[in-house]
């Protein structure tokens, strides 16, 4: 019985009934997970994935969801067949699932160690003080320091890290065969993913547990899966083991994944965005249903539906390229080229478009009835920096950083506290209200979720035309504005006879177009982009990010570009501002700051980003989490947790050591500590 | 005609009804000409559902026209003489009759056919007994036989009034105290709840500190102390319930608007430098929109329920107006009764829910119609 895969899934399809129609969510899919391997579901949103997860939990929302067909054996029982209580009792027992949100998975107004010891005693029969210390060993295992105090609190007071791990414990408490993962780390920051996936890992050879990890980041799969099989509108569009598919990508889709991802290589070219979205579940078409996004698309794909052929031993890629009987040739290289950007002209003043000096926004903490300061949070504590006109500066950092505070504290949506702000020379602290709207029309926003920044009861014109109204410009009659308009939606890659749908009636990408418009049509020679592609699908990023280099070079904005993603900053951002804890701690252009980063900080966000490519750099595992802006460590902020911190760290906090003209960090590991110390 | 104009107090009214009508005519008018409301017109009647409770509703609201069109007639003596005052003038009826009262005359005649006191649905003879003489002269204890057996489909009361026809009396209550009240309401209540949502600071603490004041007033001390000053009538009544109802609509309205100032969209119209009262009325006031629906015809049923109540205490619209809130109240010892005489209270629940039932189903499907996120294609 040594071979028994743990976890066997055949022709899986779950359907769902909606008001138009069934929805094949998941339709028709194999795959099977032998103990202590890791078998990752890898596609888009809308793919399929976590519904499989979730059939495979029999937890498919009922009644809208129902099992169409196939068999889901667990160990040597199809669980498709059990009665509720029979599964009831093979959840939790024998399949574990762990969330990827886990604010919302635990009970706010219960300790963590009754919701721990509780799902300890719906497995096994024991006291509940045996329950009790049982879940403290759970905590202390999955490297939650005193595991016997944090059983006693309650999930608020817990960090987002420490929570997914509390998540793993329970769900690792009957020491299941099969633990499914569903995107386990989407919501966390990538310092705190990284503790989290090498956890499970830890835990898995401890057990020898199958593991079914659902992500849609690659470089998650490239460091952590045995096998992979790529999911697209409902089906496996190629499974292979890891290095089949990182070696020899093969379906059409797997390769247009891997070439819109964005990182250092692909510098000054356009990313090879896949053209339109997912099909809705709904209305898959017939034949391949990957036909209408393909580069190698013929006239045999929209026939009929290919079957999965074999590529190698363990590789199967579901496209009639690989059709054994035809005379296609498997593309041996892409087919379309990547397009070089031209390049840009050299802008030619030197005034940075802004300048941001010693800017302060610290957020007072109010207490008691006469509403008492009692403390702040300095969400962005002291930052200088400048951009230098038609360029891209990135803002780097975990959640809580100030990154996202400092972007709006620059359009003073959010009032700072101290410091100053020029814009082209003018400085925008300080300003009357009405002054500072006349300034806005240069100086604009585009926010990282296309659902929540765009108002559902404005129509597509409605909200472009709101800035032009408010600043007056794009012409002074109805007329000329709905030109302006057109131009505008055609400049962002929009159709202009969409001009009177609501928001909602377009995808996630579409609606980052339409915010981007609204940003343009006030002519603005800058704009902050707060995470503008994190919401949405890589292939749609690409679309994204493309755009925003095209519309750089086009009309020589500058930007400030927020994110916590590296492979954009890498591919994207021409200097790097790296923030922890409200400060910059490093700074210089892109390339000084991924090839020799300085800081450790810098250094151990770098190692943590999983990789597609080049595997084998050193890992730099960081501690525990950021702590709490409103008190700050003292001395260099970063030295609890970091690997080289010595004495004078926890003194004062470093001033700059400067390597070039660009490049400058502060960490004593490069300047003299002060005398003294 | 003449008597037409003669009291301007039913002059006014009826002019008040006819604006209501012209305005809904161009309303309708208007909107027909707009792609955008006939569309949402076609969703709301796509359902059967929905076409029914809309006529339900219009049946309502013409009850309540008709019985809003009143004018004083000439006295006339038994004989049909026009009654003259010694100088020679023409004396008025002290009562004025509604449009709904003339048809009804002119045809049904529940509002003339009246007993003397309780008789059951189509009962031919009274409900209770009593000392008469038959047709032979005996002086019999009976049950009397009525002046119009047969004609009462839901009985007469204890006054001999037909139940039916009090009912529908009632509608015109109803619906002044539900549609003024929350007219009234609806300004305040959206006005200070986005101002104090989206503005904060100072100015939410103002208003909270108003409203948190009136609210923790009890509401029927300062109803029964503004309608002991000001009089009893259904206007004192409406303005009085208005005052004391927005508070908690208006706390509704600020809690969203809190979240909502803090929504991308909200922020992006700030950077573009939209001015602030724009953002209330383009942003904020839609986006509350659905949440001032449902609780208007929550609070409905609450204020028709209320004036039952406050008929109860006597602070209500006072006696002489028909109302479903004094039968419900004239019910409380109809009940004590030995056998019970339930048709007025079955009567008022019937009518009362018959309204506030297609108002609720009518409203979920106008809100649903109108909410681009469920608009499709």
Not at chain 1, 202 to 222: F, N
Not at chain 2, 296 to 319: D, K, M, Q, W
Request: charged share 20%; with cysteine.
């Amino acid at each position: 019985m040594a071979d028994q895969p743990a976890l066997r899934v055949n022709d899986l399809k779950t359907y769902f009934r909606t008001p138009y129609g069934t929805a094949r969510a998941v339709d028709g899919i194999s795959f099977d997970i032998r103990k202590g391997e890791t078998f990752a579901l890898v596609g888009e949103s809308g793919c399929g994935k976590s519904v499989t997860a979730l059939s495979v939990m029999q937890l498919v929302p009922q009644p809208a969801g129902y099992h169409a067909g196939g068999e889901i054996w667990i160990g040597d029982t199809d669980i498709t067949t059990l009665s509720e209580t029979r599964k009831r009792d093979i959840r939790g027992r024998n399949v574990s699932m762990i969330f990827q949100d886990p604010m919302t998975s635990l009970n706010p107004v219960l300790t963590v160690g009754f919701q721990i010891a509780e799902s300890v005693l719906r497995h096994e029969q024991m006291s509940k003080k045996a329950a009790w210390d049982k879940a403290g060993e759970l905590l202390h295992s999955v490297n939650i320091p005193d595991a016997a105090q944090r059983l006693t609190e309650y999930p608020h007071q817990l960090s987002g890290g420490m929570k997914q791990r509390v998540m793993i414990a329970m769900a690792l408490s009957s020491e299941p065969d099969v633990l499914i993962a569903d995107e386990p780390t989407t919501a966390l920051d990538v310092t705190v993913q990284a503790q989290i996936l090498d956890l499970i890992a830890e835990l898995q050879s401890r057990i020898g547990m199958a593991v079914l990890l659902i992500t849609h980041d690659l470089g998650i799969v490239r460091e952590h899966a045995d096998e992979v099989a790529v999911m697209y509108a409902g089906k496996i569009a190629e499974r292979a083991t890891k290095q089949d598919l990182f070696a020899n990508p093969s379906h059409p889709y797997t390769r247009a994944l891997f070439r819109s991802l964005p990182s250092m290589q692909k510098r000054g070219t356009q990313l090879a965005a896949i053209r339109g979205i997912v099909p809705n579940a709904t209305e898959f078409p017939d034949g391949c249903r990957f036909a209408d996004r393909c580069g190698f698309v013929m006239d045999s794909c929209r026939a009929s539906d290919p079957p999965a052929y074999q590529i190698g031993e363990t590789h199967t890629a579901t496209c009639v390229l690989y059709d054994p009987e035809s005379s296609h040739q498997p593309p041996t290289d892409d087919l379309e080229p990547s397009v070089v950007d031209p390049e840009r002209a050299p802008s030619e003043t030197s005034t940075p478009i802004i300048e941001v000096r010693d800017l302060q926004t610290w957020f007072p903490i109010r207490k008691g009835i006469l509403k008492k300061t009692v403390g702040h949070v300095r969400a962005v504590d002291g930052v200088t920096l400048a951009i230098p006109r038609g360029k891209t500066l990135a803002v780097v950092g975990e959640s809580g950083c100030g990154k996202t505070t400092l972007g709006k504290s620059l359009l003073r949506l959010v009032e700072p506290s101290g410091g100053e702000v020029l814009f082209d020379g003018n400085k925008i602290t300080g300003e009357s209200k009405a002054h500072l709207n006349r300034i806005r029309r240069n100086i604009q926003l585009i926010f990282q979720d296309p659902y929540s920044s765009l108002n559902p009861r404005m129509m597509v014109r409605e909200i472009i035309e709101e800035g032009m109204l408010a600043q007056k410009v794009g012409g002074a009659t109805a007329d000329a504005r709905t030109q302006r308009i057109e131009e505008i939606m055609g400049l962002v890659g929009l159709d202009p006879s969409m001009m009177s749908r609501y928001p909602h009636e377009f995808s996630g990408g579409q609606r980052q177009r339409i915010a981007i418009a609204r940003a343009l049509a006030v002519e603005p020679q800058f704009i902050v982009c707060d995470e503008p592609t994190s919401a949405l699908d890589v292939s749609v990023q690409a679309q994204i990010l493309n755009l925003l280099k095209r519309l750089q070079r086009e009309l020589g904005l500058s930007y400030l570009f927020i994110t916590h993603d590296l492979s954009v900053v890498e591919y994207l951002a021409d200097e790097v501002a790296v923030m922890y804890l409200g400060r910059i701690v490093e700074r210089g252009t892109t390339e000084e700051v991924f090839r020799s980063p300085k800081h450790p900080y810098t250094k151990a966000l770098l190692s943590a980003v999983p990789k597609v490519d080049d595997i084998g750099i050193a890992k730099i595992r960081l501690e525990g989490d950021v702590p709490s802006p409103v008190n700050p460590p003292s001395g260099c902020h970063f030295h609890p947790r970091c690997p080289e911190a010595f004495a004078p760290c926890s003194g004062e906090y470093p001033g700059a050591a400067t390597f070039s003209e660009t490049h400058s960090c502060r960490c004593y590991l490069h300047i003299e500590p002060p005398s003294g110390n | 005609m003449a008597e037409f104009y003669s009291n301007w107090q039913y002059t006014v009214g009826n002019v008040i009804v006819l604006l209501i009508v012209a305005m809904i005519g161009w309303l309708a008018w208007r909107a027909s000409g707009k792609e955008y409301w006939r569309d949402a017109t076609r969703r709301v009647f796509a359902s059967k559902r929905a076409i029914v409770c809309f006529a339900v509703l219009v049946f309502y609201v013409t009850v309540a026209l008709l019985d809003s069109v009143a004018w004083r007639d000439v006295s006339r003596d038994e004989d049909g003489n026009v009654v003259k005052s010694p100088d020679g003038e023409r004396i008025l009826e002290p009562n004025a009759t509604t449009l709904l009262d003339r048809i009804d005359a002119a045809t049904l005649k529940f509002g003339v056919r009246s007993e003397k006191t309780f008789s059951g649905p189509f009962a031919s003879e009274s409900f209770t007994k009593e000392t008469t003489q038959d047709d032979a002269g005996n002086t019999v204890r009976r049950n009397a036989p009525l002046d119009h057996p047969g004609k009462h489909p839901l009985g007469t009361d204890k006054v001999g009034d037909d139940v039916l026809w009090k009912s529908l009396k009632g509608i015109r209550t109803a619906l002044v105290i539900g549609g003024f009240t929350t007219l009234l309401v609806l300004p305040f209540a959206l006005f200070f709840g986005t101002v104090a949502g989206y503005f904060g600071k100072w100015i939410d603490d103002a208003i909270s500190y108003i409203y948190s004041t009136l609210a923790s007033i009890p509401s029927i001390l300062l109803i029964a102390a503004f309608m002991l000053i000001f009089g009893r009538g259904l206007f004192q009544l409406c303005l009085i319930m208005a005052v004391t109802s927005w508070t908690g609509l208006c706390r509704v309205i600020r809690g969203e608007s809190l979240k909502l100032r803090e929504l991308e969209y909200v922020q992006a119209a700030q950077a573009l430098g939209v001015s602030s009262w724009k953002i209330l009325a383009q942003h904020l006031t839609p986006n509350v929109m659905h949440i001032v629906l449902i609780s208007s015809i929550l609070r409905f049923s609450g204020l028709v329920l209320s004036e039952a109540l406050l008929s109860y205490l006597n602070i209500g619209v006072g006696p002489s107006t028909a109302s479903w809130g004094s039968m419900i109240n004239d019910a409380r010892f109809e009940l004590a009764r030995e056998p019970v005489v339930w048709w007025n209270l079955v009567a008022a629940f019937v009518f009362m829910f018959g309204l506030v039932l297609p108002a609720n189903i009518f409203g979920d499907a106008v809100r649903d119609a109108l909410d681009p996120r469920l608009r499709t294609g």
